[in-house]
């Protein structure tokens, strides 16, 4: 049970912790964009290779595979220390690279050593969002804040992805890494002003101990939760689409260079943001189309878009076509975001969406491991092309399965659409 708070029935606008922390996450996802941007663009000028690409891609993708780690933790310990110790963390761990580069120090073999402490801090991120917006918003307000958070988020990956290669050809990569520390610092005072609220004594023991005791029980409860739903298959489509993007994002610093030079692939790493914000921005309007089918259709043109964003001879019609093919991914994530909250009790949350991030996510860094092998050896365009299977897998599943083909709108999803089962409250 969820303790009283006051600010949680107001309008999403009058919500002072909601705007905090939505304020937070817009400056944090800057530091992002732009340590990711710096690092794998400075990974490829050190090195031309794309098989190091992804491994430090692999890398700075790892919290996906690691979120159950984090989602007990979420669950049990108090939420602001944990928030803002990621983004203390991650601000001073940034600044290792302008100073080994003004050392002379620089180098790949660096990089690859201080990138899995970046990845480390990042690891309680998702499952605090999950759990903290039902906390610090009303239920019947939860597509809306969902929307807004990642139209926000979404929003300022696209500018920062698409800018940040406009600020490697003018200042070079390891000016980035100084702006990331102050966004950073800023995020964690934003982050240290919100009021949230304590899950209920009855339902959680933040005692270390107790944590450390029931980590696996934790863990196994959040596995026995998702076991025999919906949700196991659809974390297995989205396994397959995540892996389809791990190769994309290993060959593009490649692919964009291609094409024209680092201001190119910071637009493609921007059009691909901008995909997800214009599909975060429609996805309440699909509250009300069954999500099955809205799985088919979208994921079934996004894949075409991908795959002709590829094969066009114009530069930007790639950019254009490879945007519209994350629309669908925008949409299916605010979707997806309301499905847990309405469907799962507000004290697993954390656990529930790490197990489902970490089970679909994991193929994200595998993805881009094998990318960037497959980007030296059959070419960074083929590779590209190839990965547009992807979204074009989970359209063709989804339309096969007739359990998931009739699943119903999200508005009116009941735990029992999905086989969630609910525990007896009495």
């Known amino acids: 049970m969820i303790l009283p ?7 999403l606008r009058a919500n002072r912790d909601f705007r905090r922390f939505v304020a937070g996450q817009f400056v944090t996802n800057a530091g992002d964009s732009l340590y990711t941007v710096a690092v794998l663009w400075l990974v490829f000028e050190l090195s031309g290779s794309t098989t190091l690409v992804g491994v430090a891609n692999a890398v700075l993708l790892l919290p996906w595979l690691l979120q159950a780690v984090a989602g007990p933790i979420v669950d049990r310990f108090p939420v602001k220390p944990l928030l803002v110790g ?18 002379g120090r620089l180098g790949v073999d660096l990089m690859l050593g201080v990138v899995p402490i970046l990845m480390l801090a990042t690891l309680v991120m998702g499952p605090i969002e999950a759990t903290l917006v039902p906390r610090i918003v009303a239920d019947d307000r939860l597509p809306q804040a969902n929307a807004a958070l990642t139209t926000v988020t979404l929003g300022l990956d696209m500018v920062f992805d698409a800018v940040g290669g406009g600020l490697i050809a003018l200042f070079g990569p390891t000016a980035l890494f100084l702006a990331d520390a102050v966004t950073f610092a800023l995020a964690a005072l934003l982050f240290a002003r919100i009021g949230i609220p304590r899950i209920s004594p009855d339902d959680a023991d933040g005692s270390v101990a107790a944590a450390v005791r029931s980590y696996v029980d934790d863990l196994r409860e959040g596995v026995e939760v998702l076991r025999g739903t919906a949700f196991v298959e659809l974390v297995l489509t989205t396994a397959v689409a995540n892996f389809a993007t791990g190769v994309t994002l290993a060959v593009l610093p ?21 995909g997800r914000l214009l599909g975060s921005v429609v996805g309440p309007r699909f509250e009300r189309v069954r999500y099955g089918r809205f799985l088919i259709v979208g994921n079934g043109l996004a894949a075409c878009a991908w795959l002709a ?61 094998l990318g960037g092998a497959l980007g030296d050896a059959i070419g960074h365009g083929t590779a590209m092309a190839l990965a547009a299977a992807g979204f074009g897998f989970t359209a063709a599943y989804v339309l096969v399965r007739p359990r998931l083909r009739g699943l119903p709108t999200v508005a009116s999803a009941e735990p029992v659409d999905f086989d969630v089962r609910v525990a007896d409250e009495s």
């Open 254 to 274: 490649a692919f964009g260079d291609a094409v024209g030079g680092p201001a190119v692939y910071g637009l493609l790493l921007g059009a691909l943001g901008t």
């Open 86 to 103: 990621s983004q203390i963390v991650q601000g001073v761990v940034v600044l290792v690279f302008p100073l080994a580069a003004a050392a």
């Open 309 to 369: 964003s590829v094969l066009v001879p114009s530069t930007a019609l790639t950019i254009g076509l490879f945007a519209l093919a994350w629309i669908p991914a925008g949409a299916s994530g605010v979707l997806t975001s309301t499905l847990n909250q309405r469907l799962f009790a507000a004290d697993r949350l954390g656990r529930v969406s790490a197990i489902k991030g970490t089970a679909s996510g994991a193929t994200l860094p595998l993805g881009s491991l």
């Open 5 to 11: 708070n006051i600010g949680r029935d107001h309008p």
